[in-house]
């Protein structure tokens, strides 16, 4: 097909042109970084975590006698591991993901310096089972460092301590972690045991490279350990977290004690990120629509303002065939010049967004696969206008317009 006529009749409707143009460049660019964003908040919603969140409730007690709480624990803990189905319990101050954090810095040398916070976790005797932590080296506590240990002014006055394989990795790379010593506030802690990765309390606050940055402390029965971690079988969650607050409950008359699964707490932290999620699609729904119904719109206009020159095409010789794919060509080049400004557009608002927002680098293939479907949706959508031009019948050349 000769592409000059298309030229020539683009010249002269320059403004409808035009706004195809900067329509279809707006929505490459918009859905380019728009679906980058996604991607990269549903890769955060599904951060794996080295603990069995399938198999684990969390019981949280606040409001008892701050003296007898650390007495309380035993007893607690005993009740319940008497709930039916519950195969291992553990008091723990504070949980993965339960956006309180309790950050430490630490080192590898006692006057070192860092930019990671990492979560510290103090868990009784326990709280490996409870807690489903994967063993990738070294070993867990002993019953002696159990009861040896404790807190003051949260911290541990333990001598050991576990780390994830993503600190082992960070603070001595390509060493091995067993053995050696960790530095904090004039402390310092031999690694015994390197876990699989655990989520930190808040991986948004830890710094970079602090997402899997986590510590854990053995700690006899402290007054700090509110919570409780119960591990069942998934499918005996919902009823064991009902009958374990029912017993907390009723052996701490005057306490307020809580509930819930830990699927529930990885959802309550997520759900600013999910309800952005859904926002976003929105945004590329709506941006979508407007384009489709523009070029729709614009191309009806056109075939209206053009029905005697396609009626005389159809009288000289033209099929139905060849006024499809006129305006099915015009559409891909209005398309291609859209695509090419709106690839510069996007690559432009992700180096903003890079230096004042924190994002990272949009992969390249985020463009290429933005202009394809913007290719494909510009040609469904002239598709309708287009098969109407094409029924024009050459009749209409006789008459005025």
């Not at 430490?104 to 409870?130: H, I, L, W």
């Not at 998934?234 to 052996?251: F, G, H, K």
């Not at 903003?352 to 463009?367: F, G, S």
């Given at each position: 097909?000769?592409?000059?006529?298309?030229?020539?009749?683009?010249?002269?409707?320059?403004?409808?042109?035009?706004?195809?143009?900067?329509?279809?460049?707006?929505?490459?660019?918009?859905?380019?970084?728009?679906?980058?964003?996604?991607?990269?908040?549903?890769?955060?919603?599904?951060?794996?975590?080295?603990?069995?969140?399938?198999?684990?409730?969390?019981?949280?007690?606040?409001?008892?006698?701050?003296?007898?709480?650390?007495s309380?624990?035993?007893r607690?803990?005993?009740?319940?591991?008497?709930?039916?189905?519950?195969?291992?319990?553990?008091?723990?101050?504070?949980?993965?993901?339960?956006?309180?954090?309790?950050?430490?810095?630490?080192?590898?040398?006692?006057?070192?310096?860092?930019?990671?916070?990492?979560?510290?976790?103090?868990?009784?005797?326990?709280?490996?089972?409870?807690?489903?932590?994967?063993?990738?080296?070294?070993?867990?506590?002993?019953?002696?460092?159990?009861?040896?240990?404790?807190?003051?002014?949260?911290?541990?006055?333990?001598?050991?301590?576990?780390?994830?394989?993503?600190?082992?990795?960070?603070l001595?790379?390509?060493?091995?972690?067993?053995?050696?010593?960790?530095?904090?506030?004039?402390k310092?802690?031999?690694?015994?045991?390197?876990?699989?990765?655990?989520?930190?309390?808040?991986?948004?606050?830890?710094?970079?490279?602090?997402?899997?940055?986590?510590?854990?402390?053995p700690?006899?029965?402290?007054?700090?350990?509110?919570?409780?971690?119960?591990?069942?079988a998934?499918?005996?969650?919902?009823?064991?977290?009902?009958?374990?607050?029912?017993?907390?409950?009723?052996?701490n008359?005057?306490?307020?004690?809580?509930?819930?699964?830990?699927?529930?707490?990885?959802?309550?932290y997520?759900?600013?990120?999910?309800?952005?999620?859904?926002?976003?699609?929105?945004?590329?729904?709506?941006?979508?629509?407007?384009?489709?119904?523009?070029i729709?719109?614009?191309?009806?206009?056109?075939?209206?303002?053009?029905?005697?020159?396609?009626?005389?095409?159809?009288?000289?010789?033209?099929?139905?065939?060849?006024?499809?794919?006129?305006?099915?060509?015009?559409?891909?080049?209005?398309?291609?010049?859209?695509?090419?400004?709106?690839?510069?557009?996007?690559?432009?608002?992700?180096?903003?967004?890079?230096?004042?927002?924190?994002?990272?680098?949009?992969?390249?293939?985020?463009?290429?696969?933005?202009?394809?479907?913007?290719?494909?949706?510009?040609?469904?959508?002239?598709?309708?206008?287009?098969?109407?031009?094409?029924?024009?019948?050459?009749?209409?050349?006789?008459?005025?317009?």
């Open positions: 097909m000769e592409i000059r006529p298309i030229f020539s009749s683009l010249r002269r409707h320059r403004i409808p042109a035009l706004l195809i143009v900067l329509e279809i460049a707006l929505a490459c660019a918009v859905l380019c970084n728009a679906v980058f964003m996604i991607g990269q908040r549903m890769a955060n919603i599904h951060w794996p975590n080295g603990i069995d969140e399938a198999g684990i409730s969390v019981i949280t007690v606040n409001g008892t006698d701050a003296k007898l709480a650390a309380n624990i035993p607690d803990i005993a009740a319940l591991r008497g709930v039916a189905g519950v195969t291992a319990t553990a008091a723990v101050t504070s949980m993965p993901l339960d956006q309180s954090p309790a950050l430490t810095g630490f080192t590898t040398t006692p006057d070192g310096k860092t930019t990671v916070n990492t979560s510290v976790y103090f868990m009784g005797r326990g709280g490996e089972q409870a807690l489903g932590l994967h063993l990738l080296q070294g070993r867990f506590f002993n019953a002696e460092e159990y009861a040896d240990s404790g807190l003051k002014d949260f911290q541990s006055t333990a001598h050991v301590a576990l780390v994830t394989a993503s600190d082992a990795k960070r001595w790379p390509g060493h091995d972690a067993l053995g050696k010593q960790l530095y904090a506030n004039g310092s802690w031999t690694v015994v045991g390197v876990v699989s990765n655990v989520l930190a309390m808040d991986p948004t606050t830890s710094g970079p490279g602090g997402r899997y940055s986590s510590v854990f402390y700690s006899q029965p402290d007054g700090m350990m509110g919570d409780y971690v119960v591990r069942s998934p499918q005996d969650r919902d009823r064991i977290v009902r009958e374990a607050v029912q017993t907390i409950s009723a052996l008359p005057g306490a307020v004690v809580e509930g819930k699964t830990y699927a529930r707490m990885r959802s309550d997520f759900a600013n990120t999910s309800s952005m999620v859904w926002m976003l699609v929105l945004v590329c729904a709506v941006m979508l629509a407007v384009t489709v119904f523009g729709v719109g614009l191309t009806s206009f056109w075939v209206g303002q053009r029905r005697r020159q396609i009626g005389i095409r159809r009288a000289v010789g033209a099929t139905r065939g060849h006024i499809l794919h006129y305006f099915q060509t015009e559409n891909f080049l209005l398309s291609t010049g859209g695509v090419v400004v709106g690839m510069l557009l996007a690559f432009g608002i992700n180096l903003y967004l890079m230096q004042h927002y924190a994002m990272t680098r949009m992969p390249w293939y985020y463009l290429p696969g933005g202009a394809v479907a913007l290719w494909l949706i510009g040609q469904l959508a002239v598709l309708g206008p287009a098969l109407r031009a094409a029924a024009v019948p050459p009749v209409v050349a006789t008459r005025s317009v």
